[in-house]
């Protein structure tokens, strides 16, 4: 597979699964919820590959494009998405996979390219 995801591994979604709101037992009408796990896998997928929404893989461990994008948005607002990115953080600063004292900073999409 391009960009070399596969998806979670039990191991993996294990690290994360706290993170995200317990999903409603039952649900009276519509269509049922997409997994969380899937939804991350479809997230991490277009985050690590570069693709468009459109050309989400589609199979049993992909969330659709459309309930990816409307699950980060819910994220991005209820702080699921800063507490992710946080235990990552955490977990590569544990593992010394973080050198804080090196950066690196892309101003190719910046409004300010050529005024200076």
Same mark, same amino acid.
């Given at each position: 597979m391009a960009g070399g995801f596969e998806g979670l591994s039990n191991l993996e979604w294990s690290l994360f699964e706290d993170i995200f709101p317990k999903p409603p037992e039952k649900r009276e009408r519509g269509m049922p919820h997409s997994s969380f796990r899937y939804v991350l896998n479809t997230l991490l997928y277009i985050l690590i590959t570069g693709y468009r929404w459109c050309d989400v893989?589609?199979?049993?461990?992909?969330?659709?494009?459309s309930s990816a994008h409307r699950? *980060?948005?819910?994220?991005? *607002?209820?702080? #699921? *998405?800063e507490a992710l990115q946080a235990r990552i953080l955490k977990i590569g600063q544990e593992k010394g996979l973080i050198k804080w004292s090196y950066?690196? *900073?892309?101003? #190719?999409?910046s409004p300010w390219k050529g005024r200076w």
């Open positions: 893989p589609k199979g049993e461990i992909w969330g659709s494009n699950r *980060l948005k819910r994220w991005q *607002l209820d702080g #699921s *998405l950066g690196a *900073l892309d101003g #190719s999409f």
